[in-house]
């Protein structure tokens, strides 16, 4: 009788301890956005949030905060990243998924994964000994080989682990039968993967590709490393619009990591404000893949 | 006709391509590291704490102590409210879909959610603000395995639910049906016959947090030296690699520092390789 | 037409044999399928039914380990020779479970043809309204082509299946359990319409069920598998000749439920 009660304890206390620890993400989600918000508040009140993401203008020495530059940053090794990478990736996924030999695909796979084991400052060193003296081959005024393009490459290959393997999984997951179905009709298999494979497995694509995204954009080490760091709004530096990323820039991630550490006050308030921004956005990036999620269910 | 099978050719070769030059990637960067990191590598890189200095002379003892101390601390950290979180989702959930229990359920699952996207800029910048400022913890191990542990808590919920959903449901029917509670049941018979998933889970933890710069560069601080607490501060040897290349140029160096890294990655997941092969093995 | 040619037309095997890695599914299968005509396939389950039906069409081969021996023909020539994609747009195939892509009903039945290169728009309407018409389902989408074929029920999937199959000319349509996955009332509609399609296509059909086989065939043959897990035909005839006087006593014991 007292076992019995002593056993329905235990139980009752394991199954609220339990509840609690599966709430512990939701407290630490909270605390990070009231420690973050509450510290970039002096920031957004004294400059205001508009001034701050509208102005390019980074000097922390004379009080200017405006973040442009670094959002701008950003967005366009994001983008690099995404142009060279992403088609890789996914001729990856269909290779492996569709086309090579499980033999081949067997080898394949755990060299592409061994790439996401990678130390990100692995890859910025990588960068820094390999990629940059290539960039700095190209002639053009001002190129010292640190800016986006270097940094676009070592992103490129940093989120081609994740959207190769979940593009892949994306693809394998597609019914047997569509694919039976199509071949019957005389398809070939490559209008097979096409026409009906990778229509329908466009939602695990698309989500494969956002995540990549959300990734790049939260990269930091690596970032810092081989960019540049100088907080100016990437421009182009000759008649050709693609030198552009031939430009120092400075990412929000390494806006935050590089100042941090001996910043006071508004300024150090202002780097918590570029971290609120980048929340937001890895935010946006993540609902905007959920929602496309379900639109491509339908 | 023709037409549509050359069309398959030419697209074919492209996805060849494709394949082959992820492989290459992967081959080159691990090889160009280990190509020009191996030579620097000997005992004493091992057994020597780095000198500080403009050429990053000395080896990197401490920094190995100090990325041992700090997967430990951290893994004590995040283990028991993963794991617990896992448990609750896979085993305890069920029942509670509609209930008040159930909306804390969603809750707590958006929360997992939310935190697996934030950057790891965010959790450094938070510890920074929570743990190294406002708590007064300094930059320490203390603080930066706190941070730490919020990246990998929703890696380990992950792999451990997965682990725990693939026991199969007769374990737990079996218990059940012998007079044995819930909790009875999840401990005694679940969790142990998920343990080598949630070990595979534990070990990427524990990668990642190796492998983690960021976090650790605005909470460790960068100190070179051995640390003696979990009050002290240092330098773990991903920060090693990213302190020798920015502020010493000492790319040899660095490059010896990231092939132990690298070396210790692939060991890595070979390991987990080797536990999931044996866990499908035996499934099958 | 003398007699040589009518047995060339339609499909034939002869001493045909197949085998996954080192075990013998079917075993030297002779068979001569009448042309314009339904010819049911029944047999205890295993006995390799559904792998003789995809041997018409090749798509074992997309199974590893999979060789053969003997030959398939269809109209006389040998489909091992024949180039696979030509041959599948010969050899139409209506699966068990219906599988329309997650594309529109229009999508779905004009897949086919914009392969076989069909590329003017009004030219693929005419083929679609064609072929949903022969499918027996035009009048239940013709307003509203566009929504997905996912969301049409079991038994119209399955007619949008058979639409998607003749949409490509086919001579030959093969149907793997069409009915399986089906409430009765739509099995009757799909049976009502083989009987209508039977007129332009020969039609071969493999099913567990025997008063299905019963009823809307007109030959039947019967598979078994022997001591070594190998299937073997047993008995073909006409549908009323296997189910009234079969000749082999182990055909009887199957019809009359004595085991399987």
């Not at chain 1, 508040?41 to 980074?58: C, L, N, Q, R, Y």
């Not at chain 2, 081959?27 to 590291?33: D, F, I, P, R």
């Not at chain 2, 020597?48 to 041992?68: A, D, H, K, N």
């Not at chain 2, 510890?127 to 930066?144: C, E, P, R």
């Amino acid at each position: 009788m007292t076992f019995g009660t002593k056993r329905a304890g235990t139980q009752k206390i394991m199954r609220t301890v339990l509840l609690v620890s599966a709430l512990t993400s939701v407290l630490i989600v909270v605390l990070i956005f009231v420690f973050t918000v509450g510290r970039a508040a002096p920031a957004f009140h004294e400059i205001g949030i508009w001034k701050m993401v509208s102005d390019t203008t980074w000097r922390p020495g004379s009080g200017e905060f405006g973040i442009l530059a670094m959002i701008a940053g950003s967005g366009i090794v994001t983008l690099g990243a995404v142009l060279l990478g992403v088609p890789l990736a996914l001729g990856s996924a269909v290779f492996l998924a569709e086309i090579a030999p499980e033999w081949i695909a067997g080898a394949v796979r755990p060299s592409i994964e061994l790439l996401a084991g990678i130390p990100s400052v692995v890859y910025g060193l990588f960068g820094m000994a390999v990629i940059v003296p290539v960039v700095r081959t190209i002639p053009a005024p001002g190129n010292a080989g640190y800016g986006v393009l270097s940094a676009s490459v070592v992103l490129a290959v940093m989120i081609l682990p994740t959207v190769t393997s979940i593009s892949e999984l994306a693809i394998r997951s597609v019914p047997a039968e569509y694919r039976e179905g199509s071949l019957a009709l005389g398809a070939t298999k490559w209008e097979t993967v096409r026409r009906v494979l990778i229509p329908a497995a466009k939602p695990g694509i698309v989500s494969a590709v956002i995540l990549g995204l959300g990734r790049a954009l939260g990269e930091t080490v690596a970032m810092i490393m081989v960019i540049g760091n100088s907080a100016i709004l990437p421009a182009a530096s000759t008649g050709n619009p693609l030198s552009i990323f031939l430009s120092r820039a400075r990412t929000l991630t390494g806006n935050i990591a590089v100042e941090i550490s001996y910043a006071t006050g508004v300024h150090e308030s202002a780097l918590f404000a570029t971290g609120v921004v980048l929340f937001v956005l890895i935010m946006l990036i993540n609902s905007l893949a959920a929602l496309l999620l379900k639109k491509g269910v339908r | 006709m023709n037409r549509r099978k050359l069309s398959q050719n030419a697209a074919f070769s492209l996805f060849w391509a494709a394949g082959i030059m992820s492989v290459l990637i992967m081959a080159v960067v691990v090889g160009y590291v280990l190509v020009k990191g191996l030579p620097g590598i000997s005992f004493d890189f091992f057994t020597t704490s780095p000198r500080g200095g403009l050429s990053g002379e000395g080896g990197i003892y401490s920094t190995i102590v100090t990325t041992f101390y700090l997967v430990v601390v951290t893994l004590a950290f995040a283990i028991p409210p993963g794991v617990g979180a896992a448990v609750y989702f896979s085993e305890y959930s069920g029942s509670t879909v509609g209930s008040l229990t159930g909306k804390l359920v969603d809750l707590a699952r958006f929360g997992v959610d939310t935190l697996a996207g934030v950057p790891s800029i965010v959790f450094g910048l938070f510890g920074y603000a929570v743990f190294v400022t406002a708590m007064d913890l300094g930059f320490s191990i203390l603080s930066a395995s706190m941070a730490g542990a919020c990246l990998i808590i929703p890696v380990i919920i992950r792999t451990t639910e997965d682990a725990l959903k693939s026991v199969p449901s007769g374990y737990r029917e079996g218990s059940l049906a012998l007079g044995a509670n819930r909790w009875e049941t999840t401990w005694k018979v679940v969790l142990p016959a998920a343990f080598r998933g949630i070990s595979t889970g534990i070990l990427l933890s524990a990668g990642r947090i190796v492998s983690e710069t960021a976090i650790f560069f605005v909470t460790l601080g960068g100190s070179y030296r051995v640390p003696h607490s979990l009050m002290s501060g240092g330098r773990t040897m991903a920060l090693h690699v990213y302190y020798l290349a920015m502020e010493t140029r000492a790319f040899d160096r660095a490059m010896s520092t990231a092939a132990v890294l690298v070396g210790l990655v692939v060991v890595m997941n070979l390991g987990i390789n080797t536990i999931t092969g044996r866990i499908t093995g035996k499934q099958r | 037409m003398n007699k040589l040619e009518t047995e060339a037309k339609g499909m034939s095997t002869q001493n045909y044999s197949l085998f996954y890695g080192g075990f013998k599914a079917l075993n030297r299968i002779s068979i001569q399928i009448p042309s314009n005509r339904i010819t049911a396939f029944i047999g205890p389950s295993g006995c390799g039914k559904s792998s003789f039906l995809r041997s018409f069409n090749r798509m074992n081969d997309l199974i590893p380990g999979v060789t053969t021996e003997g030959k398939v023909c269809i109209d006389g020539r040998n489909v091992a020779d024949e180039d696979v994609v030509q041959l599948r747009k010969k050899v139409g195939m209506v699966f068990q479970r219906p599988n329309p892509f997650p594309k529109s009903v229009f999508e779905n039945v004009a897949y086919g043809p914009k392969l076989h290169g069909v590329k003017n728009r009004s030219d693929l309407a005419v083929v679609v309204e064609k072929s949903l018409k022969r499918a027996a389902l035009w009048n239940e989408v013709k307003d509203d082509l566009h929504k997905s074929g996912m969301s049409l029920s079991g038994g119209q999937q399955q007619r949008l299946c058979i639409a998607r199959a003749i949409a490509v000319e086919p001579e030959v349509i093969l149907m793997d359990e069409p009915a399986s996955a089906l409430d009765p009332v739509a099995t009757l509609k799909i049976e009502e319409l083989m009987n209508e399609l039977k007129a332009n296509y020969t039609i071969a059909i493999v099913t567990h069920n025997m008063q299905q086989a019963a009823r809307v065939s007109d030959y039947t043959a019967f598979m078994l598998t022997d001591e070594n897990r190998a299937g073997n035909l047993i008995e073909f005839g006409t549908t009323k000749q296997i189910f009234t006087t079969p000749s082999d006593t182990r055909t009887e014991d199957y019809i009359t439920g004595r085991f399987g």
